[in-house]
């Protein structure tokens, strides 16, 4: 079935640092690729979407492109902050379901 | 704007016990969903509902029922609650499905003891 792969945390960077948060997926046909953002205490927020191949989902800085030929949807920041510490989540809409299906989360911690 | 609203936020119940989880939205949206977040383990579907009076079963139905008598209202259900339940749960909901992603609830925190 349809699944997300991410890569393990928790990632501890320094502020002003370079992000790279690994999503890969597996699925039948061309499903829609989110990250979702959870701050501490608080519901998931979506942060960005990508649709279709080679679209590029972008939101407060962070952006991630849907790559269909190696089955990635990366979370880059080119400069975090602390503000960004939270669990950052990669899903994909699971194709006839038309359900979200969810990676199992990666932690973020920015130290200033 | 309310969005999805979720209570209560924090519950501690006795095993054995009952309790409804309760969701709204304000959003008209058809779909609505609940979830629950273990540590570590990501988000995992316990039921959903593509419009009222439709409801099906996620990954992980076992001692949970819902129903969903209007497009707003979507309860969960725990009858005699077990140490197993003990998580966050996050209701969600969506205008036309996963491909259009989710506005999630702020979370009810239940512990069994």
């Known amino acids: 079935g349809d699944s997300v792969t991410q890569m393990e945390g928790p990632v501890t960077l320094s502020e002003e640092a370079f992000l790279t948060i690994n999503c890969t997926y597996t699925?039948?046909?061309?499903?829609?690729l989110f990250w979702y953002v959870q701050y501490p205490g608080e519901g998931l927020q979506l942060l960005l979407k990508?649709?279709?191949?080679?679209d590029k989902g972008s939101n407060k800085g962070f952006e991630a492109t849907y790559r269909k030929e190696t089955t990635s949807f990366h979370l880059e920041k080119g400069s975090v902050q602390v503000s960004d510490s939270a669990v950052y989540f990669c899903?994909?809409?699971?194709?006839?379901?038309?359900?979200?299906?969810f990676g199992t989360g990666t932690l973020l911690a920015v130290q200033p | 704007n309310a969005g999805v609203t979720q209570t209560p936020k924090f519950r501690i119940l006795k095993i054995g016990q009952s309790m409804t989880l309760q969701c709204t939205q304000d959003?008209?949206?058809?779909?609505m969903y609940w979830y629950r977040q273990d540590p570590g383990m990501g988000l995992k579907l316990i039921y959903y509902s593509v419009g009222a009076g439709i409801t099906d079963k996620g990954e992980v139905p076992n001692g949970y029922n819902v129903s969903r008598s209007t497009t707003e209202d979507f309860p969960l259900r725990l009858e005699l609650a077990a140490p197993s339940q003990t998580s966050v749960y996050f209701c969600?909901?969506?205008?036309?499905?996963?491909?259009?992603?989710?506005?999630f609830g702020s979370g009810t925190r239940l512990t069994v003891v």
């Open positions: 959003m008209n949206h058809n779909y």
């Open positions: 990508a649709t279709k191949a080679d």
């Open positions: 969600a909901s969506s205008s036309q499905g996963g491909s259009y992603g989710y506005t």
């Open positions: 899903a994909l809409s699971g194709g006839a379901t038309n359900k979200l299906i």
């Open positions: 699925a039948t046909g061309y499903p829609s």
